[in-house]
Structure formats: C-alpha cells, structure tokens
C-alpha cells in the first residue's frame, strides 16, 4: 500500500518535472526571441519627436515676408497641467505612478500612504508654480500663478474638447497622444535666456525647456498683414477635420498651430511639414532616427516694395477724408493675371496680433482686422459701364452707330428720380446731349446707361456679368474671398424675394442695386477691359496656370469701348480728365470712375438685459453687426437673460446724417496703363501691362478723391517697374515647382 502511494506521488512529480521542463524549452528556444525583444524594448527610452520648421512666405522677387525663427518654449507635463487645473483623478494616478520612487518615503526614511505621497506631489506642484511665477518676473514676464492656472485650465479644455473629438471620430473613448506630452506655458524664450531659465527650473521633473520656434514677418509687415493671414492654435474642430489624422508624424497635436487666415491658411499643405522621431536606447545610442520633413517655402506673385508704397498712398488719401474709414488697391499685370499689390487699409502690425487683438476687435469704424480688397463688397458704381455697353453689343441689342439723347433726366416730369450725374457744386444735372456708346461711356452718361439696361435686360446683363466672373471667387485660393453678387432673375427670387423690373435693369447698368464686387474683381474688370479676356487672379505661385477664355465681340466694339474708357481720362471732356489725366513714359492712364451710393454702417449695438437678482441693466457692445454683437454679449454674460428683439445699433459709422436727398457714397477708380506711339497716341494693337483697382469708403466723388490717387499709382508701378512694364514683370520671379519633392533636413 505505501509503495503504491511513493509510486503515484513519484509520478506526479515526475510529470511536473516534465511539464517544467517543456515550458522551460519552451520559453528559451521557442519564444526566447519574443521575451528577448520585450527585455530590450524595455531598455529602450520614451522616443523623442523632431519637430518641423513651417516653410517660408516669399515675395515675387525671393523676399523673406514670413519666416520660423528659432525660440525656447517652457513646457509642462500634461497630467500636471490636468491636476492644476481640474484635479484630473487619471492625471493623478499618472503622476503617482510616475514619481512613486520619488515621494514613496518620508524625509526620516518611513513608508509613506498614498495620501501622504499625493500631499506631498500636490505641495511640489505648488511649489513649481511658485517657483515659475518668481522667474518669470525675474526674467521680466508680466505673469503670475493665477494667469498659469487660468492658462493650465484654457490647456486641459482644449485638450479633453480634442479627446471628445477623436473619440467621436473612432467611436470609443481612450487617451490621446495630446494628453501624453508636455504643454506649452511660456513662449518666446530667447536663446540668451534658455540656460537660465533651464537651471532655475531643473529641480522639478516635470518642468521642461524646449527648442521651438516662433512664427516672424519680416520687414515692414503692416502693408501685408491681411495677405500673410494669421496661425491659431490647434482647437478640437481641427484635430476632427484632420485629413492626416492616422498619421503620427503629420497629424495636429494641441500645442501646435496651423494656418488661419491669409495664405497662411491657403497654402497650409504646403508650408506645414512632417514631425520626426528619434528612439533612443537607455545607455544613449541611437536605435532609430526620422527625420522631420520641413514644410516648403511659398512663392507669391505679390512685389512687396510696391506692396508697401501703395499701402502709404491710400494711407494719405483715407486719413485726409474725415469720414473714410479705409480702402484698398488691388494690381494686377493683366497678361498672367498675376496680383502684384493686395493693399487694405489700415492694417495692423501681424507680429503684435495677439497684443493689440483687443483693441483692434473694438474698433468698429475703421475695422482693421477686415481684408478690404477680397473680402468686401461694394456696389461697383460706373465701373461697370463699360460691360453694360459690350452687354448691348455683344446681343445686338445696339450697334456702334447707336445713339441715345440725355437732358439730364430720363422722364421729363419725375425730376427727383432716373436723373443724370449732378455737376458738382451747382445742384444741375448733366445733360450730353445726342451720344453714342464711346461717348457715353467719356461722359458716363447715367441716361444712356439707363436705356440700354431696359433694352439688354437684367438676363443679358447678368449673363455677360458671369464671363467676367461676378458672382465666383476671384481665383486667389484666399479663404476671405468673396465672390460678389451677380443677381440673376434667379439671385433675386430667391434672396430677395422679388421678381425682376425694368428699374433692377436700368440700376445694374450703372452698377447700382444687387450688383456687388470686390476691389480684386473690379481690377480684374479693368484687365478685361483691357484685354479682351478673362482669367482668374493668382497670388501663389504653383506649377500650373489659371485657364482663360476670351469674350465675344468684334475689334471694333472692343475698340469703341477701349477709346471711351481712354477718354474718361485724356478727353477734356471726361469726367476724370480734371483729377487723373496722367502722361508718362510711353503709357497714358485709361480708366473709369465709380461714386456708389452707400449707408453708413452700425458700430455698436444696445443689449438690454436682466441680471439674476431681477435687475434690469443694459451694455452698448462694440460690433459691425448684430449677430456678433449677441454672440459677444453671450460670451461676456452668460447668465444673463435678454430678449434678441430688444437688440438695436446705437452707433454708426459715418455718425453725421446727411441733408434729406442726400447719400454717402464709396469713391470708386478702375484704370490700366495704354502704351502710346510715337506720336504720344494710343496704340491699341500693344497690350496694356498692368490693370487696377482703387476703393476709398466714403470718399465721395471717385474722381475727385480716387482719380488723383490713380495717378500717384501709375507713377509708383512705373518707378517700381521701369518704362517697359511687360519685360520687367517677365523677368526673374520666384517659382514654385509642385512635382519637387518636400526637402529632408
């Protein structure tokens, strides 16, 4: 009996001597490479990402505007960040893990609890904030332990609003790459500072000094802010519209930004870049290196000196009209349809942006922070007359020989309406006479312009308006860019709810009503006139070119228009021959005056509201409209009870009402540079080189305030670029080859 139970017993342990053994065998030869691996990767350190410089922003002639320049960032580990600012239990549970070594024992040597580890972390966590807070200032940084509270509490929303996205996109909640690395604090650090700033703040782990960059314009910047744009900081609405989401080394992290406005945004693709890694062993080598792919340089088609020249003119000619609050010029060399000025004014300096945002947000009036050229739409006034009279020819609906007789009204017995343009100063009417089409275009008789409406038709008219792009973007790729109402039959049922008459005819003829273009399309209108052909305007330089087509209409009806639009200028008896008659160099000035009716508009709105105790209050919110005005006004109080009805406009802009009849207006100037012969005559079998734009808001009569401002214009493309325009802007210009592969550095 005992024998038999030694024998089982000495079976059984033979058998787990076996099963022992086989996994013995088993973990060395069959998965000793696998255990071999996780041995080694844990030797290998957290891998570091390399981070990209963000490609430049380059004039037409190879100018620097927009540059990376080399900063130091302080930086703080994430979960601290999250206990800070909302005492993230997962953050603590991080930190805790991470730092048990550091906090598991009492000065005296004892164990330490759980809770005495977490108080003493959260007292080193204090003490950071203190210590970070004294440097700062030190450093001369205007900052205290609230405003990095406030900035820790700004971090970790904008961090979970990111978790909350990708989640959404996967369809299961988990951490993001976000929460995992350290956060920016304090930017801009310069490289004098960092070792400084580096030694002070070495005692707490989870305080880092890094290398970063600062996004520059260079130069004088003012002129280009609204053309640069801006960055913004990575928000949860981008990390969900990510295309590169599944890629980690080009997706958009929190502490990164992209492009906002401006090319910066338009060219996003091409100036953003691709993070590196490297991966290092614990003892220091190197185990895996990539590296980061910086973003490409962008070519514009904007000259800069000519850029900056034109923003000081327009400068002197709003701030010399009281009631103006700004404008724009917009150049175009008409045979590539390239812009090579893009001017709003005022403007702000783009390296302050985030200082002066408050102020500039607040100013109402003169609205600096809008992109005037591209982004606003104004009646375009008698610049566009001339498409009017090649609307009625290209229809047959007149002929060259056409004649039309203006008394100064159109109906004899309803003088306060349909009138011809006033003669300024003397409160008559203009009356031409008998005219034909070049004529009425040298005298911009509103009569003439009147009947053919009626004849044409506001389908005809609206239908030559499309080849000529009104009612499209322009073409530049900008975000800001309008595209201008072209109000068809069809616009019109169904944003205004109204059927078409005779008046919306007449009133588009003379570019009133509806109609609305930008200063990028009314230059293009004039590169048009000039031309013969549209194309759309481009502002960055890529490897392909804009299509173009050419309108209809024979050499003659095209000449007819061209020697109109010469006369308004060169002819003693057009209308702008008084402001802008301009000779020089071979070229003659041919344009067209605009004075387009306008309202004055609000600058700040009445909100009444209830406070929670019952009290009634009210606040005057600085905004250009009503929709802004409550979305501020929500921001600002969000408790407070208020009824949108009761919103009003207090405040406009221009603040004088005028005599009753009376109406401000935007002065309007389109021209383009004719060459001349020998014989200081036009010669309409060269090409014009350039074509322009110019819009002052409330300036009044085009001619009288734009028409001179044209001439200095003309004199600054032809200081800029010579006496043969056309050779000089084909000459060397910065290109952008878009097969090149993205440089490795």
Not at 23 to 33: F, T
Not at 376 to 387: D, E, N, Q, V
């Amino acid at each position: 009996m005992f024998e038999t139970r030694l024998r089982i017993l000495l079976s059984v342990l033979a058998i787990a001597c076996v099963v022992v053994l086989i996994r013995l065998v088993e973990l060395q030869l069959v998965l000793g490479d696998y255990y071999t691996q996780r041995t080694n990767q844990s030797l290998i350190a957290q891998p570091k990402r390399l981070p990209f410089l963000r490609g430049k922003i380059l004039d037409r002639n190879g100018e620097v505007l927009v540059a990376d320049m080399p900063t130091w960032d302080v930086r703080i580990d994430y979960p601290v960040i999250a206990v800070s600012a909302d005492q993230d239990a997962d953050a603590w549970s991080s930190l805790l893990r991470k730092y048990r070594k550091r906090y598991a024992k009492h000065i005296d040597g004892s164990p330490a609890t759980m809770d005495q580890q977490r108080r003493s972390l959260q007292e080193d966590i204090d003490r950071s904030w203190l210590a970070l807070d004294q440097f700062a200032r030190h450093m001369g940084l205007s900052v205290t332990v609230a405003d990095f509270h406030e900035r820790s509490l700004d971090i970790y929303q904008r961090v979970q609003r990111i978790r909350s996205a990708v989640a959404k996109r996967r369809g299961f909640d988990s951490l993001v790459v976000e929460e995992t690395v350290a956060q920016t604090i304090i930017r801009d650090i310069g490289a004098d500072q960092q070792a400084q700033w580096a030694h002070q703040l070495a005692f707490w782990p989870w305080v880092h000094i890094q290398a970063s960059t600062k996004r520059r314009c260079q130069g004088d910047a003012l002129p280009l802010a609204h053309v640069l744009g801006r960055l913004a900081r990575v928000d949860a609405k981008t990390v969900s519209n990510d295309p590169q989401a599944d890629n980690p080394f080009a997706k958009y992290l929190a502490h990164e930004s992209h492009g906002s406005s401006g090319v910066e945004y338009a060219a996003e693709d091409l100036l953003r870049g691709r993070r590196g890694r490297i991966t290092y062993h614990r003892d220091g080598e190197v185990i895996e290196e990539i590296p980061a792919v910086h973003g490409r340089d962008v070519a514009l088609t904007i000259d800069a000196p000519l850029q900056r020249r034109l923003y000081e003119l327009l400068g002197e000619t709003v701030d010399a009209v009281p009631e103006s609050s700004g404008g724009a010029i917009v150049v175009l060399d008409i045979a590539s349809r390239d812009v090579l000025s893009l001017v709003s004014y005022p403007s702000y300096d783009p390296n302050r942006f985030n200082e002066l945002y408050p102020v500039l947000r607040d100013d109402t009036q003169r609205l600096p922070l809008w992109f005037r050229a591209v982004a606003s739409r104004y009646a375009p006034g008698s610049t566009i007359k001339p498409l009017a009279c090649l609307a009625g020819l290209f229809s047959g609906k007149i002929t060259l020989d056409t004649q039309e007789t203006c008394t100064g009204y159109m109906f004899p017995n309803l003088r306060d309406r349909w009138r011809c343009w006033e003669i300024h100063g003397t409160g008559l009417r203009k009356a031409h006479g008998t005219i034909n089409v070049t004529q009425a275009l040298t005298g911009s008789c509103n009569i003439f312009m009147y009947r053919l409406g009626e004849r044409v038709g506001v389908d005809g008219l609206c239908s030559v308006f499309d080849m000529v792009g009104i009612g499209r973007g322009s073409g530049i790729g900008l975000r800001e860019d309008e595209a201008g109402i072209n109000p068809t039959p069809a616009w019109l049922s169904s944003h205004r709810n109204r059927t078409t008459t005779k008046a919306h005819s007449r009133l588009f003829a003379m570019g009133q009503g509806e109609i609305s273009l930008t200063p990028i399309q009314v230059a293009n209108l004039m590169a048009t006139y000039a031309s013969g052909r549209y194309k759309p305007a481009t502002l960055i330089r890529r490897d392909q070119d804009q299509p173009e087509w050419k309108l209809p209409g024979t050499d003659e009806q095209w000449l007819a228009v061209r020697r109109g639009i010469f006369g308004v200028t060169n002819d003693p008896n057009g209308t702008a021959y008084k402001y802008a008659h301009f000779v020089r160099d071979d070229y003659a000035l041919a344009g067209k005056t605009g004075t387009a009716t306008a309202s004055p508009w609000p600058t700040a709105y009445r909100i009444p509201y209830m406070e929670d105790d019952g009290s009634h209050r009210e606040v005057i919110i600085p905004a250009g409209a009503r929709g802004p005005a409550i979305a501020r006004f929500k921001r600002e109080f969000p408790d407070a009870s208020y009824d949108s009805a009761d919103v009003e406009a207090v405040h406009y802009w221009p603040p004088e009402k005028l005599p009753q009849g009376q109406r401000y207006s935007h002065a309007w100037f389109g021209g383009y540079l004719q060459p001349l012969d020998s014989n200081a005559q036009p010669d309409w079998r060269q090409q014009a080189p350039v074509a322009f734009a110019i819009l002052v808001e409330f300036g009044g009569s085009g001619g009288r305030t734009s028409g001179p401002l044209a001439k200095r214009v003309c004199d600054a493309i032809l200081d800029r670029f010579g006496s043969d325009v056309a050779a000089t802007l084909r000459e060397v210009i910065v290109t952008y080859d878009d097969s090149q592969d993205m440089e490795t550095h």
